[in-house]
C-alpha cells in the first residue's frame, strides 16, 4: 500500500534562515512525488514534482526538493525562508506503475511558521 | 482566468437537507476529483472520474454521490446531511496518463457546514 509521512506537524522558522520540511514515502513502485502549498482558506497550489532524472528539482517560489530512493525522502527546501512562505505544505505520492487513475497519497500536512 | 472553480464557496444547511456542489476545470483535463478535508486538515480523496467514467470511489457513503456530466464538469451532490460531513471539499483536476506525472490542480475549496 502506498503511503506517505510528514513526521513533523510544525516547522518554525526565522526569516532568512533555510528551511526543511520532511516527507518519506512508500510505493511498491517507483514513485511520482509532489509538494503542494496551501494558505489559509484556499485550495492547495502545486509547488514542484519529480518524475525522472535528477534527484533535485526546483519549482515555484524558490523552493526545491531532492528525492532520495535510498531514504525513500522527498524532503522540501528552500535556502531562506520569508514570511510569506508561512502556510501548510503536503507532500504527497502517486505510483507510477498504478492504474488507479491519478490517485494520489497525501501525508497529513506540516504547518511551516517563519517569524520575522 | 480560473482553472479549477467551485460554487458555492460556503454552504450552511442543516441536518437532513439534500446539497450539491459544483466544480468545472477549463484546463482541458481528462481526470476530475473530490477530496474532502477534515477539522485536522487531513486531505482525504473521495472520487475521481475519467473522461466521464468513475475511476475512484473510495469507501464513502452512498448518500455522496458525483456526477460528471462532461469531462470539464463533476458535481457532488450530497443527501441526508448529517453533522459529520462539516468540512471542505475540493475538487480537483489533472492530465493522466502522460509522461510528465499528471499533477493535480485544486479549486479553492467549499466549507460546508451542517448545524
Known amino acids: 500500500a502506498q503511503s506517505v509521512a510528514q513526521p513533523e506537524d510544525q516547522v518554525n522558522v526565522a526569516e532568512g534562515n533555510p528551511l526543511t520540511v520532511k516527507c518519506t514515502y512508500s510505493?511498491?513502485?517507483?514513485?511520482?512525488l509532489f509538494w503542494y502549498v496551501q494558505y489559509p482558506n484556499r485550495g492547495l497550489q502545486f509547488l514542484l514534482k519529480?518524475?525522472?532524472?535528477?534527484?533535485l528539482v526546483k519549482g515555484s517560489y524558490g523552493f526545491e526538493a531532492e528525492f532520495n530512493k535510498s531514504q525513500t525522502s522527498f524532503h522540501l527546501k528552500k535556502p531562506s525562508a520569508l514570511v510569506s512562505d508561512s502556510a501548510l505544505y503536503f507532500c504527497?505520492?502517486?505510483?507510477?506503475?498504478?492504474?488507479?487513475?491519478?490517485?494520489?497519497?497525501f501525508g497529513q500536512g506540516t504547518e511551516l511558521s517563519v517569524k520575522p | 482566468d480560473t482553472a479549477v472553480s467551485q460554487t458555492p464557496k460556503y454552504l450552511v444547511t442543516q441536518m437532513g437537507n439534500d446539497k450539491s456542489i459544483k466544480c468545472e476545470q477549463n484546463?482541458?483535463?481528462?481526470?476530475m476529483y473530490w477530496y474532502k478535508q477534515d477539522s485536522k486538515k487531513f486531505l482525504k480523496i473521495m472520487f475521481s472520474?475519467?473522461?466521464?467514467?468513475?475511476?475512484i470511489n473510495e469507501t464513502v457513503p452512498n448518500r455522496f454521490s458525483p456526477k460528471s456530466p462532461d469531462k470539464a464538469h463533476l458535481n457532488l451532490h450530497i443527501n441526508s446531511l448529517e453533522l459529520g460531513d462539516s468540512a471542505v471539499y475540493f475538487c480537483?483536476?489533472?492530465?493522466?496518463?502522460?509522461?510528465?506525472?499528471?499533477?493535480?490542480?485544486f479549486g479553492p475549496g467549499t466549507r460546508l457546514t451542517v448545524t
Open positions: 480537483a483536476s489533472s492530465q493522466v496518463g502522460l509522461a510528465g506525472g499528471g499533477e493535480q490542480y
Open positions: 519529480y518524475i525522472t532524472g535528477d534527484n
Open positions: 472520474y475519467n473522461n466521464k467514467e468513475l475511476i
Open positions: 504527497a505520492v502517486r505510483d507510477k506503475g498504478s492504474n488507479q487513475g491519478g490517485k494520489l497519497i
Open positions: 484546463l482541458g483535463h481528462d481526470t
Open positions: 510505493v511498491s513502485g517507483n514513485p511520482y
